[in-house]
C-alpha cells in the first residue's frame, strides 16, 4: 500500500500513540497489583495484615483442585451455603471448626480473628458473628470477600427460608488483628 509523503508523519504519530497507551496501561497495572510501600509508614503492619486476611480468603474462595470428588463449589462457599443461622449442620468441606481451622492455619499465630457473615435477610442487612476470637483491637483490619448462592447450591434450609429469593449474595467478613 502507498502512502503520499505528507501520510507518513500521521502513521508515525498514530504508533507513538498507541504505543504510549498500551505502555500506560501496564504500568497502571503493574501499579494497581502491587502495594507500594516505604518502609518508614506507620501503616505497614497493618497493610501487610490486611493482605494476609485478604489472601486468605481469596485462597478460601477456590475450588480445590485436591479434591478426590469434583466440586463446582469453593470451600468458603461450601461453609456459607451448609450454615444454618448458627452452626453449619452440612458442609462439602466440614462445618464451622472447618472453616476455622483453614483461617486459623493461614495466618500466623499472634493474630486472632473474627468472621461474620453479611446478608439481606428480606427486611434489611442482617450480620451474624460466626466465630470470634475476643474483641477486635484499635489495629483491626478488616477484608471481604462476596460468595453467590444459587439455589441449587444452598445445602440448608435456612438460605432457602431467609429471604425466599436466589440468587443470594452473602459477604463473608474477616477482622484480624495482632495481639
Not at 449442620?89 to 453479611?118: C, K, W
Amino acid at each position: 500500500m502507498h502512502f503520499p509523503e505528507g501520510d507518513k508523519g500521521q502513521i508515525y504519530t498514530m504508533e507513538g500513540i498507541v504505543a504510549s497507551v498500551i505502555l500506560l496501561s501496564v504500568l497502571l497495572f503493574i501499579i494497581q497489583a502491587n502495594s507500594i510501600v516505604t518502609p518508614q509508614t506507620e501503616r505497614l503492619v497493618d497493610m501487610k495484615l490486611y493482605e494476609r486476611a485478604s489472601d486468605t480468603l481469596t485462597c478460601m474462595d477456590r475450588n480445590d483442585a485436591d479434591s478426590t470428588i469434583w466440586s463446582t463449589m469453593s470451600s468458603l462457599k461450601s461453609y456459607v451455603a451448609g450454615w444454618n443461622g448458627s452452626t453449619v449442620t452440612y458442609g462439602v468441606q466440614g462445618n464451622v471448626t472447618g472453616l476455622d481451622s483453614a483461617i486459623r492455619s493461614m495466618l500466623p499465630e499472634h493474630v486472632q480473628y473474627s468472621v461474620s457473615f453479611i446478608y439481606y435477610n428480606g427486611t434489611g442487612r442482617q450480620e451474624c458473628p460466626v466465630i470470634v476470637h475476643g474483641k477486635p483491637a484499635d489495629n483491626s483490619v478488616v477484608s471481604s470477600r462476596l460468595v453467590t448462592l444459587n439455589e441449587g447450591d444452598a445445602m440448608s434450609d435456612y438460605w432457602k427460608n431467609v429471604n425466599k429469593r436466589f440468587p443470594q449474595v452473602v459477604e463473608v467478613k474477616l477482622t484480624c488483628w495482632y495481639l
